[in-house]
């Protein structure tokens, strides 16, 4: 009898302690809490960009000696542009800090031509700028994942520029004049010269970032590249043209900005 009520006993506790046991807390780790990333314009970014440039060149015919001869028709060049820019851009409250760099390519020329009677008279010329580049500076203001932006800094190019002359048939003297000379014949010429030309650039432009690492563009620049100056050979001997050349440009672009934003370490819960 006694030995009943002891294992009668027994079972009951062995019962009483697994459900006790069923009541207490789980020792199983919860949820590890990861908050999620905070958009920054802080970074290094590369990216592409293409767009549309015109602008006016203007030419100015120095005869020998420095003399002014005439001023040729301007013209106004135009064609697409586009390339890859690399910059790192660093956000302090809503302003943003960046350098940038940018090469494109360029199909930006035009011809015009100039008819005149004297022998220093330009049939045809040509200007054309193959490749084109800038290192500048930006400053902006950020609204959330916009930016509204100025820019500005140095700006490069790889200028062609071409004469060409028909040539000039001679002119004999008048017989029994005595202060009219003969005129020589010019043959038909060509000069081509390819310049490296420094100038400056500033425009501006909005970005907008679609994720915390890719973002879009549009931005306008106005550039000068200073005044070049080409010595004639071929097609009139002892001139010059000196020819000032700008350009307008719109471009679109994206970017790639890498992560420079490091979350803190997950937030874990202790029971």
Same mark, same amino acid.
Do not use: C
């Given at each position: 009898?006694?030995?009943?009520?002891?294992?009668?006993?027994?079972?009951?506790? /062995?019962?009483?302690?697994?459900?006790?046991?069923?009541?207490? =807390?789980?020792?199983? /780790?919860?949820?590890?809490?990861? =908050?999620?990333?905070?958009?920054?314009?802080?970074?290094?970014?590369?990216? %592409?960009?293409?767009?549309?440039?015109?602008?006016?060149?203007?030419?100015?015919?120095?005869?020998?000696?420095?003399?002014?001869?005439?001023?040729?028709?301007?013209?106004?060049?135009?064609? @697409?542009? %586009?390339?890859?820019?690399?910059?790192?851009?660093?956000?302090?409250?809503?302003?943003?800090?960046?350098?940038?760099?940018?090469?494109?390519?360029?199909?930006?020329?035009?011809?015009?031509?100039?008819?005149?009677?004297?022998? /220093?008279?330009?049939?045809?010329?040509?200007?054309?700028?193959?490749?084109?580049?800038?290192?500048?500076?930006?400053?902006?203001?950020?609204?959330? &994942?916009?930016?509204?932006?100025?820019? %500005?800094?140095?700006?490069?190019?790889?200028?062609?520029?071409?004469?060409?002359? =028909?040539? #000039?048939?001679?002119?004999?003297?008048?017989?029994?004049?005595?202060?009219? =000379?003969?005129?020589?014949?010019?043959?038909?010429? @060509?000069?081509?010269?390819?310049?490296? &030309?420094?100038?400056?650039?500033?425009?501006?432009?909005?970005?907008? /970032?679609?994720?915390?690492?890719?973002?879009?563009?549009?931005?306008?620049?106005?550039?000068?590249? %200073?005044?070049? #100056?080409?010595?004639?050979?071929?097609?009139?001997?002892?001139?010059?043209?000196? #020819?000032?050349?700008?350009?307008?440009?719109? &471009?679109?672009?994206?970017?790639?900005?890498?992560?420079?934003?490091?979350?803190?370490?997950?937030? @874990?819960?202790?029971?």
């Amino acid at each position: 009898m006694i030995r009943h009520l002891l294992l009668s006993s027994i079972a009951v506790a /062995a019962l009483t302690g697994a459900a006790l046991a069923a009541d207490l =807390p789980s020792r199983k /780790a919860p949820p590890v809490f990861v =908050p999620p990333p905070i958009f920054t314009w802080t970074g290094v970014y590369i990216g %592409g960009q293409i767009g549309y440039q015109w602008g006016t060149t203007t030419p100015a015919e120095f005869g020998p000696g420095g003399i002014f001869a005439s001023g040729l028709s301007s013209y106004d060049p135009s064609g @697409v542009v %586009g390339g890859a820019h690399v910059g790192f851009n660093y956000q302090v409250s809503q302003f943003v800090f960046g350098l940038e760099g940018d090469v494109d390519g360029t199909s930006y020329s035009a011809s015009s031509s100039f008819l005149g009677a004297a022998p /220093a008279a330009f049939t045809n010329y040509n200007s054309r700028i193959n490749a084109e580049g800038s290192i500048r500076g930006r400053v902006g203001i950020a609204w959330d &994942r916009a930016l509204f932006y100025a820019t %500005g800094g140095v700006a490069f190019a790889d200028i062609r520029t071409s004469y060409a002359s =028909p040539g #000039t048939p001679g002119v004999p003297a008048p017989v029994g004049a005595v202060a009219l =000379p003969a005129i020589p014949a010019t043959p038909p010429g @060509v000069d081509s010269f390819s310049n490296s &030309r420094i100038g400056w650039t500033v425009g501006g432009g909005i970005e907008y /970032a679609i994720t915390n690492n890719w973002s879009v563009r549009a931005e306008y620049r106005y550039t000068d590249f %200073g005044h070049l #100056t080409d010595s004639l050979v071929a097609t009139y001997p002892g001139f010059v043209v000196r #020819t000032h050349i700008t350009d307008n440009a719109v &471009r679109a672009g994206f970017s790639y900005k890498f992560d420079w934003y490091t979350p803190p370490a997950p937030v @874990v819960a202790k029971y």
